[in-house]
């Protein structure tokens, strides 16, 4: 619908924090326990579709019968997005989920919002019918609900899907909560085994949906290899444990072989194999972020683009603003759709900002005047409004402190979001004491706030589907929970943002990162309302899981 589309921790930066040399613990029997309960409770398609016609509706408020509907122009066919269509025909994914009789109540109706499905293209003024944890009916005409969320003059979107966060750490997924994410996928790595990521994720009871990649550069530390390259009976070790988190349930296998500087090509082919052979992307935090010779992007992405090859597996790319196509979008968006035109399945995502953050002490920052073409002054400490000189950056470095780089420009940010395959993902998670990027708290405000209203560079559909369907299809083949996220549906999961077009922007800075976003009015995740007239009630907490479909 947006284009060709080829479906194929905590460290919250660009990569993560130098190796501590601690060793997870290794999840025992009540992991297992977990994963066999959430398996046993139905997450396979036709257990859903069976819970799903059961009643849930408790006794509740009067009903709220339906308000008077005016007709509007955005319910008549219109141009959308290059290359499509809007319409007005209610889109329905699994009409045996539908209830289309006129007499209906509805758990919760959402009323009189523009609707927007871009899956589907359909934009209207519509009610939205909620049942339990799933919408059942879209309507040009009023709905009747036990209750009711007036959405006059707001958007009504799929909940939207963070596809590069980091693990739910039970505080930062609040914040994301007020930028409108529904779910938050570590494809940047879970930062343990997936068993004891699961664990770890449902302890935090998070509000939001949760689900990952498995981590090549935790399984390293596990083993105790650190960055070194690995032969033989390790490098099998370490292709084992990836095989092993897919098949409890990981999205996809993450590897960074900027920080994990000596992976070989062979180990990442290795990866790829295991990646194709369950469908999963392999996830990449591509090996050069400079374009200086040897070792450019170029050759990093081509790389990528070799392991896809000659594995047949799908391959994304992170943050390629940051990693990939720092100073040549242009030409790296350019190399990409050649190899997607070849067949290759691949896809990226970026975030919304012109400067990237991580410790001053990593790699990264070797040689960084050289290799992003930028100086001292255009470096500043996370948390601070503190420009750095060269006599403090090497204070910075000494004391491996979080620190930005403005290295990125307007145009490659803006190509970027122009592309039609292009997803946005946060890279960043909110963690106490707030030392982090403001992407962490306002990524996908931004999206829709500057770069949609303020700038017009993108529709409202087109931004949308950014941060919702394209995720979703990317996972939606190996995932049956993705496969009905994304979409704004009779028969899909009610993960639901309604916003205010007219006011929604980020409002964190590097000083300052522990700010909500602005306009995000309700957020609902599987039906339950988690935020409500703009505030986030703590007390709901309805995330899930997030997994790859295991049969």
């Given at each position: 619908?947006?284009?060709?589309?080829?479906?194929?921790?905590?460290?919250?930066?660009?990569?993560q924090p130098?190796?501590?040399?601690?060793t997870?613990?290794e999840?025992?029997?009540?992991?297992?326990?977990?994963?066999?309960?959430?398996?046993?409770?139905?997450?396979?398609?036709?257990?859903?579709?069976?819970?799903?016609?059961?009643?849930?509706?408790?006794?509740?408020?009067?009903?709220?019968?339906?308000?008077?509907?005016?007709?509007?122009?955005?319910a008549?066919t219109?141009?959308?997005?290059?290359?499509?269509?809007?319409?007005?025909?209610?889109?329905?994914?699994?009409?045996?989920?539908?209830?289309?009789?006129d007499?209906?109540?509805?758990?919760t109706?959402?009323?009189?919002?523009?609707?927007?499905?871009?899956?589907?293209?359909?934009?209207?003024?519509?009610?939205?019918?909620?049942?339990?944890d799933?919408i059942?009916?879209?309507?040009?005409?009023?709905?009747?609900?036990?209750?009711?969320?007036d959405?006059?003059?707001?958007?009504?979107?799929?909940?939207f899907?963070?596809?590069l966060?980091?693990?739910?750490?039970?505080?930062?997924?609040?914040?994301?909560?007020a930028?409108?994410?529904?779910?938050?996928?570590?494809?940047?790595?879970?930062?343990?085994?997936?068993?004891?990521?699961l664990?770890k994720?449902?302890?935090?009871d998070?509000?939001?949906?949760?689900?990952?990649?498995?981590?090549?550069?935790?399984?390293?530390?596990?083993m105790?290899?650190?960055?070194s390259?690995?032969?033989?009976?390790?490098?099998?070790?370490?292709?084992?444990?990836?095989?092993?988190d897919?098949?409890?349930?990981?999205?996809g296998?993450?590897?960074?072989?900027?920080?994990?500087?000596?992976?070989?090509?062979?180990?990442?082919?290795?990866?790829?194999?295991i990646?194709?052979?369950?469908?999963?992307?392999?996830?990449?935090?591509?090996r050069?972020s400079?374009?200086?010779?040897?070792?450019?992007?170029?050759e990093?992405?081509?790389?990528?683009?070799?392991?896809?090859?000659?594995?047949?597996?799908?391959?994304?790319?992170?943050?390629?603003?940051?990693?990939?196509?720092?100073?040549?979008m242009?030409?790296?968006?350019?190399?990409?759709?050649?190899?997607?035109?070849?067949?290759?399945?691949?896809?990226?995502?970026?975030?919304?900002?012109?400067?990237?953050?991580?410790?001053?002490?990593?790699?990264?920052?070797?040689?960084?005047?050289?290799?992003?073409?930028?100086?001292?002054?255009?470096?500043?400490i996370?948390g601070?409004?503190?420009?750095?000189?060269?006599?403090?950056?090497?204070?910075?470095?000494?004391?491996?402190t979080?620190?930005?780089?403005?290295a990125?420009?307007?145009?490659?940010?803006?190509?970027?979001?122009?592309?039609?395959?292009?997803?946005?993902?946060?890279?960043?998670?909110?963690?106490?004491?707030?030392?982090?990027?403001?992407?962490?708290?306002?990524?996908?405000?931004?999206?829709?706030?500057?770069?949609?209203?303020?700038?017009?560079?993108?529709?409202?559909?087109?931004?949308?589907a950014?941060?919702?369907?394209?995720?979703?299809?990317?996972?939606?083949?190996?995932?049956?929970?993705?496969?009905?996220r994304?979409?704004?549906?009779?028969?899909?999961?009610?993960?639901?943002?309604?916003?205010?077009p007219?006011?929604?922007?980020?409002?964190?800075?590097?000083?300052?990162?522990?700010?909500?976003?602005?306009g995000?009015?309700?957020?609902?995740?599987?039906?339950?309302?988690?935020?409500?007239?703009?505030?986030?009630?703590q007390?709901?907490?309805?995330?899930?899981?997030?997994?790859?479909?295991?049969?």
């Amino acid at each position: 619908m947006f284009g060709p589309y080829t479906t194929g921790s905590v460290a919250l930066m660009e990569d993560q924090p130098p190796d501590d040399g601690s060793t997870p613990v290794e999840p025992g029997p009540a992991a297992v326990a977990r994963r066999r309960f959430l398996l046993g409770l139905g997450f396979g398609t036709a257990n859903l579709a069976l819970l799903r016609r059961i009643s849930r509706r408790p006794e509740g408020p009067p009903t709220v019968p339906a308000a008077p509907r005016a007709a509007s122009p955005a319910a008549s066919t219109t141009t959308g997005p290059p290359g499509t269509t809007t319409t007005s025909v209610p889109p329905v994914l699994d009409d045996s989920l539908e209830v289309s009789t006129d007499d209906h109540v509805y758990d919760t109706v959402i009323a009189g919002g523009r609707v927007i499905d871009p899956d589907s293209g359909f934009d209207a003024v519509a009610d939205v019918g909620i049942d339990g944890d799933t919408i059942t009916r879209i309507s040009l005409e009023g709905l009747s609900g036990a209750s009711a969320i007036d959405a006059t003059g707001l958007v009504v979107a799929p909940g939207f899907i963070d596809i590069l966060s980091y693990p739910p750490n039970g505080y930062g997924e609040w914040f994301k909560i007020a930028d409108g994410v529904t779910t938050n996928l570590n494809l940047h790595g879970i930062d343990n085994p997936m068993t004891a990521f699961l664990d770890k994720a449902a302890g935090n009871d998070p509000p939001v949906n949760y689900g990952g990649a498995a981590d090549q550069a935790e399984h390293r530390k596990i083993m105790e290899v650190g960055i070194s390259r690995v032969r033989g009976d390790d490098l099998d070790e370490l292709v084992r444990r990836a095989e092993a988190d897919v098949l409890a349930g990981a999205l996809g296998i993450h590897e960074q072989p900027e920080y994990t500087v000596d992976v070989s090509f062979d180990e990442m082919l290795r990866h790829g194999e295991i990646a194709a052979r369950y469908s999963v992307p392999l996830c990449l935090h591509v090996r050069y972020s400079e374009n200086l010779t040897p070792g450019t992007q170029e050759e990093a992405l081509d790389e990528a683009i070799r392991v896809a090859r000659q594995t047949g597996c799908r391959i994304h790319i992170e943050h390629i603003n940051s990693t990939g196509g720092t100073g040549r979008m242009v030409e790296a968006i350019a190399q990409l759709d050649a190899a997607r035109s070849s067949g290759i399945s691949i896809t990226a995502c970026t975030y919304p900002y012109t400067f990237w953050a991580t410790y001053a002490g990593s790699a990264r920052y070797n040689n960084f005047r050289e290799k992003y073409g930028i100086s001292w002054g255009d470096l500043q400490i996370a948390g601070t409004n503190e420009r750095l000189t060269e006599e403090t950056f090497k204070v910075a470095r000494s004391n491996n402190t979080l620190t930005a780089a403005f290295a990125m420009s307007d145009e490659d940010i803006d190509t970027a979001l122009l592309t039609p395959w292009m997803m946005v993902g946060s890279d960043a998670i909110l963690e106490r004491p707030h030392n982090n990027h403001p992407r962490s708290t306002g990524c996908f405000s931004r999206v829709l706030g500057h770069y949609v209203r303020e700038r017009g560079l993108l529709t409202l559909p087109d931004a949308l589907a950014r941060m919702t369907i394209l995720p979703a299809r990317l996972l939606g083949d190996i995932s049956s929970d993705m496969a009905r996220r994304g979409r704004i549906q009779s028969g899909a999961v009610a993960d639901i943002t309604v916003f205010d077009p007219a006011t929604i922007i980020d409002k964190s800075t590097i000083a300052d990162t522990a700010r909500e976003a602005e306009g995000v009015r309700h957020v609902l995740v599987s039906g339950r309302a988690v935020r409500t007239n703009g505030v986030n009630d703590q007390s709901v907490r309805p995330g899930v899981p997030i997994l790859r479909d295991l049969t």
